[in-house]
């Protein structure tokens, strides 16, 4: 922590459960902001426990959660003491715009986990980062991260604007919710009962502190200024940064590898930063104690990293998925494309270029294309006035048949089911086909060449938070 009693270093929230409890909890540790990353930790919950969850993690936060009847349902549904032996996992319920009570349960119950083992056995402070655009499964989600006492919430890949006041509502127990963008229709609004999760313990919670993920100081300066809106703070992402990223300010032009240009327009001025008061961390090509230092002096408390957590031991990526990234940056064979077609939000979306993985051409037209986990899908109108959901990954034929265009679907990756695969919750279908991975990192790999340099076996989450202090 630094002077003003804020984080000098906040851990990224990275993929799907790469940025683990494991890894947010040594951060923390260590005396900076550790983050467990908010997506589709409903179905990571339910498949770590078909198989069979190994340490017995999961069932210890479970036995923690207020509601031990809910916790108890969850356990008898998903819970396989001897795992799965190889069959499918079971699916979880997909996300709708008026989410079932079993959808904002699971939900709530896994985000509650994945926070309070992070949080377990020290007094350090813990966030949980969510994708605005994965909007239907905002309320239920943060309603278990508030339950865990979460202390930070970090959110981007959008304007989001709802955040403050729905993590106040459900801090005070009341109902909370968001508009959920309705293409070709009106914006429907989605909220959950803490009711539905806690029964009748509902109570009031502390309320987290809410930093929004911006690439440009206009947006900062919209949310700034209306109090119902406001952030505590912001996460000043550059282009370089891994995951989704915002598109170029203007018409998109690419470069010689198709990857988006950026330029000076599509960074925020520093200066302005400071001048709205609040407080703001840089992301993007700040994993060096020299960019941490560079980032302090023009006004930033500190920075947040990604990449070189992901690489870290205590990852959620597997083992084997891990050596091949620390083998390529050895050999100095790692790169990672921005594929503005690979995300089916539309959003560019940064991907690692590894044999055996989607981004592999042969290995992308291999994968049968299905949308079942689902977490990126769009709702639309319908023609009757009812709400459809389709997603540019899914069979084409279907996406076609929902008013999609073929141009939409080129390219598209399944993000949800490649990034389950990255931390060996990958699904294995009945046709035998196993889903194949797809690496997202950040562009800038200097903090992590350096690391590699003075570990050569591999490195582990302390030794980023002191290589960024310069301790």
């Known amino acids: 922590m630094n002077e003003n009693g804020l984080p000098t270093v906040i851990q990224g929230g990275m993929g799907v459960a790469v940025s683990s409890w494991r890894l947010a909890r040594e951060v923390s540790m260590a005396g900076e902001l550790g983050v467990v990353s908010g997506t589709a930790l409903d179905a990571v919950l339910a498949r770590t426990l078909q198989d069979g969850d190994p340490g017995g993690h999961y069932r210890r936060a479970l036995g923690a959660f207020p509601n031990q009847e809910l916790a108890e349902a969850v356990l008898a549904k998903y819970f396989k003491p001897e795992g799965r032996g190889g069959a499918p996992y079971r699916p979880v319920p997909t996300l709708t715009v008026d989410p079932s009570d079993a959808t904002v349960q699971l939900d709530a119950v896994a985000n509650f986990a994945e926070v309070w083992l992070a949080k377990e056995g020290h007094d350090g402070v813990v966030g949980i980062n969510f994708l605005e655009k994965i909007q239907m499964g905002t309320p239920s989600a943060t309603l278990g991260a508030v339950i865990a006492e979460v202390d ?49 313990g509902v109570q009031e919670f502390p309320t987290p502190r809410f930093l929004a993920i911006i690439s440009v100081h206009s947006l900062a300066g919209f949310l700034n200024r209306d109090e119902k809106i406001k952030p505590f703070g912001f996460v000043v992402e550059g282009p370089v940064a891994g995951g989704h990223s915002a598109p170029p300010r203007g018409k998109m032009t ?46 930033a408390e500190g920075v947040q990293c990604g990449t070189v957590f992901a690489m870290a031991k205590e990852s959620g990526l597997t083992d084997e998925l891990r050596d091949q990234l620390v083998g390529q940056l050895r050999d100095e ?46 709702p639309y109108a319908r023609e009757n006035g009812t709400i459809g959901y389709r997603c540019a990954s899914e069979p084409i034929d279907a996406y076609l048949k929902k008013g999609g265009t073929l141009e939409d679907t080129v ?26 991975q797809g690496v997202t990192l950040g562009q800038d790999l200097d903090g992590a060449r350096r690391l590699l340099a003075a570990h050569p076996d591999g490195w582990n989450a302390r030794e980023v938070v002191g290589f960024l202090l310069g301790s």
Request: proline fraction near 7%; charge should be negative; hydrophobic fraction near 40%.
């Open 152 to 200: 930070y919430v970090l959110m981007g890949a959008g304007i989001p604007r709802e955040i403050p006041q729905l993590l106040r509502d459900l801090s005070a127990g009341r109902v909370g919710g968001v508009h959920v963008d309705v293409e070709g229709g009106d914006a429907h609004w989605s909220a959950v009962d803490p009711q539905v999760a806690l029964g009748a």
């Open 254 to 299: 690419l470069d010689e590898s198709g990857d988006p240009i950026y330029g000076e327009k599509d960074l925020a001025d520093l200066e302005k930063m400071v001048a709205f008061g609040s407080p703001f961390w840089m992301a993007g090509a700040y994993a060096t104690p020299e960019a941490v230092a560079a980032a302090r002096a023009a006004g």
């Open 411 to 436: 390219g598209r990756k399944c993000l949800c089911n490649c990034l389950m695969a990255n931390i060996g919750l990958g699904q294995e279908r009945k046709d035998g086909y196993k889903e194949a």
């Open 333 to 378: 064979e790692l790169d990672v494309r921005n594929d503005p077609r690979a995300s089916p939000t539309g959003f560019p979306f940064k991907i690692a270029q590894m044999p055996g993985t989607l981004s592999d051409p042969a290995i992308y037209e291999a994968r049968p294309r299905l949308c079942d986990l689902s977490y990126l899908r769009q």
